[in-house]
């Protein structure tokens, strides 16, 4: 079974649109968080959620919102796609508090904006 | 605020030969956790290690071993005799603890792209 799984793995859209990625973990973890690859491969955090409460919110664009309808899901809604949203987005969870662990990635999904 | 740098934007080596990916980091937290993460052409991010800050144990693991040293705020990842199938990018990562036992997310450094030619 996959432990951190996301969906789609590929999605091409167009600018302006409004899309989802979904994520999905089955570790029992308190902690999911989604993180941006850009075309570089740098990596950065945008927004982590512990017990369904938005722990960091990184300054990203307020079209990008995740949700989390429990603590096994939480997903990803960007509206207004533009072309600079194209980006490998990685989906991750962890415990939390002092027996934290590794942060445990999905496959990622690659979003080109057209 | 943290920031971890790995200064080796690419590194190429001929097979067998030994590597090591440097990384430094920067914290103001006494308590943080160092990670090394493999990224292969297919994508995924792949773990490798966790240490925490009051371990500053070298740790062996096969062809792998890691050297952290809390003087130099390092903590570097060597590949012995390495093998084409090592070829990928590594990123190495750090994580604040956040008081009351709080979620953080991972700082990344910007990789090093490792390539090990046959």
């Known amino acids: 079974d996959t432990a951190v799984s996301q969906t789609p793995k590929y999605l091409v859209t167009q600018m302006g649109n409004d899309k989802s990625i979904k994520c999905e973990q089955n570790?029992?973890?308190?902690?999911m968080y989604w993180y941006k690859q850009d075309s570089k491969k740098f990596l950065k955090i945008m927004f982590s959620y512990n017990n369904k409460e938005l722990i960091i919110n990184e300054t990203v664009p307020n079209r990008f919102s995740p949700k989390s309808p429990d603590k096994a899901h939480l997903n990803l809604h960007i509206n207004s796609l533009e072309l600079g949203d194209s980006a490998v987005y990685f989906c991750?969870?962890?415990?939390?508090?002092?027996?934290?662990?590794?942060?445990?990635f999905g496959q990622g999904t690659r979003l080109t904006v057209v | 605020a943290q920031k971890v740098t790995q200064a080796q934007t690419e590194i190429s080596v001929v097979e067998k030969e030994d590597v090591t990916l440097d990384c430094v980091y920067e914290?103001?937290?006494?308590?943080?956790?160092l990670f090394w993460y493999k990224q292969p052409p297919s994508g995924e991010l792949v773990f490798l290690i966790r240490?925490?800050?009051?371990?500053?144990q070298n740790e062996i693991s096969g062809r792998y071993s890691w050297n952290f040293q809390k003087s130099t705020s390092s903590f570097n990842f060597t590949i012995t005799a390495s093998q084409v199938v090592d070829s990928a990018v590594y990123f190495c990562a750090l994580s604040e603890a956040v008081s009351g036992g709080g979620a953080d997310g991972l700082t990344f450094g910007k990789g090093t792209h490792l390539i090990i030619q046959p």
């Open positions: 240490r925490n800050s009051f371990d500053e």
């Open positions: 914290t103001r937290d006494t308590t943080y956790y």
């Open positions: 991750a969870s962890s415990l939390t508090g002092p027996l934290d662990g590794e942060a445990f």
């Open positions: 570790l029992g973890h308190d902690t």
